[in-house]
């Protein structure tokens, strides 16, 4: 006897070690793709690419429960304690809530006095339970640990059960109680109960339940006192070993062993995500050498300075740069003036060639840096749609910030007679909307159609080119109607 009691010592010792070291990490690393659902990608890459704060929920694992208890039916009469069987399965809603689908049995028995008939009776009832619950994890998040190697968890849920209830009178044989045609009850139970589960291992649990089930019938023993109209009840008291199902390659352990703020907490730690911003050292004359090493801390903005936030004085006659108009006067020009221009006489051929630059006007090239200027669709005929005058509108505003820039509007379709009339018609409806609806200069758009080039595109081009802004139509016999 004693041994047995020393190898269940042992046993239970094991068992919640094992229970101490089933967190080995964090259950869920945030740059695992392989464990992010299909229609979850979008917001996992605007994460990854810190666009957007919060990381992707992940596919997690399902999990299986069996279990057997004791089941007691409270009625009008006394009760034996009976046998109660469940088989769940469980998935999460999120760190807290999950939904478990459950199937039960029950078979309880029991006996009274039927006061009205002055006999006892007794009773069995066997009942089939199909419900759902809600279950609400209460430790899962926390603030000061990481994953929860227990969950406690409240289970609220409906269900529906199917009862069969045979009874004895003064000790005759059991017969079926009718209700009215020899059926069994098909009723509604409300199910509330406090459950506490140990992770063994990151894939089994064991739990530890127990579950009050309300009804609308006061019958379950096939009798209703007369002095009572309370209805009967079950209460369930049971073990449940809880198994995950799902590929571990593909799917995070059940969220409620998961504790949500691992993430923040990690990043706290040791950022691998965060953005940071640059470290900034101040700079009070901003040269870009910080105060703690600038040795000349009021340097002249703009001013060039060495590495130490010295003004620079390139050829060392004693002026810095900044406020130097000779920066390479020789040595044997020195002293200089406190503009820090030498003694030496300036040679007259320099002067000569000075004077003529000064006075040399050069006439500055036009140059246009305008891009992107769009391509315009057109369906069938010449109508500018919806859709076009919006494009041409953002092209106008392109086109007004560029005033050195001329503008191409170039038509295609020289295969034909009646292409080349469409391209006219086309070109022309382009300008005349900028014109008339945009404020663009005519004198800054350059007429250009019956290209080589796709008949359906208008392009607009910028450009220094002069061109004709204003073209008669080739064929305006064959003009398109709109």
């Keep these: 006897m004693a041994s047995k009691k020393y190898l269940l010592v042992a046993a239970l010792i094991v068992f919640f070690q094992t229970i101490g070291l089933a967190q080995t990490d964090f259950g869920s690393n945030w740059r695992d793709s392989s464990k992010i659902p299909t229609r979850a990608l979008p917001q996992y890459n605007e994460f990854i690419n810190n666009q957007y704060p919060y990381p992707t929920k992940p596919r997690d694992q399902w999990e299986l429960g069996i279990g057997a208890g004791a089941a007691i039916l409270s009625n009008d009469w006394t009760n034996d304690v009976g046998f109660g069987g469940t088989i769940t399965l469980r998935k999460a809603l999120s760190h807290t ?25 007794d009773y069995k009832n066997n009942s089939m339970h199909f419900g759902v619950d809600v279950l609400s994890s209460l430790n899962t998040i926390s603030h000061y640990r990481a994953n929860p190697k227990s969950n406690i968890y409240l289970i609220t849920g409906v269900e529906y059960f199917s009862t069969k209830i045979t009874r004895s009178i003064a000790g005759a044989p059991f017969v079926d109680f009718t209700n009215p045609n020899n059926s069994a009850f098909n009723n509604i139970g409300f199910n509330l109960g406090l459950g506490l589960a140990f992770k063994i291992t990151d894939g089994v649990n064991i739990a530890f339940e127990i579950k009050n089930t309300l009804t609308n019938n006061d019958k379950l023993e096939s009798y209703s006192s007369q002095y009572g109209n309370g209805n009967d009840a079950w209460w369930y008291a049971g073990i449940k070993l809880n198994f995950n199902l799902g590929s571990k390659s593909k799917r995070v352990q059940p969220l ?78 020195f002293p200089v003036n406190a503009d820090g221009i030498g003694t030496c006489p300036e040679p007259a051929c320099c002067k000569e060639i000075k004077d003529l630059v000064s006075n ?100 607009l081009l910028g450009t220094t080119e002069d061109g004709p802004n204003n073209v008669p139509a080739p064929h305006p016999n064959l003009k398109t109607k709109n």
């Design 97 to 121: 809530f999950s939904l478990r689908p459950q199937f039960s049995y029950y078979s309880n028995s029991g006996g009274g006095l039927d006061i009205a008939n002055n006999v006892h009776t």
């Design 256 to 333: 409620w062993w998961i504790n949500p703020n691992n993430f923040v907490y990690s990043e706290l730690n040791k950022p691998a995500h965060m953005k940071l911003p640059k470290v900034v050292l101040p700079d009070g004359d901003g040269d870009g050498v910080p105060d703690q090493f600038d040795l000349e801390p009021n340097t002249p903005k703009g001013a060039p300075v060495d590495s130490h936030g010295v003004s620079k004085d390139t050829d060392g006659d004693g002026v810095p740069d900044y406020k130097d108009k000779e920066l390479l006067t020789p040595q044997k020009c």
């Design 360 to 459: 040399l006007k050069v006439t500055p090239v036009a140059e246009c840096n305008i891009g992107g200027l769009p391509s315009i669709q057109f369906k069938g005929n010449a109508k500018l749609s919806k859709d076009n005058e919006a494009v041409l509108a953002a092209a106008a505003a392109k086109i007004n910030a560029n005033p050195a820039c001329k503008v191409k509007v170039i038509g295609y379709g020289a295969s034909s007679k009646s292409a080349q009339q469409l391209s006219w018609e086309r070109v022309n409806a382009v300008m005349k909307y900028l014109v008339e609806k945009q404020g663009i200069s005519e004198s800054r758009l350059v007429f250009n159609y019956g290209q080589d080039g796709d008949v359906n595109t208008v392009d």
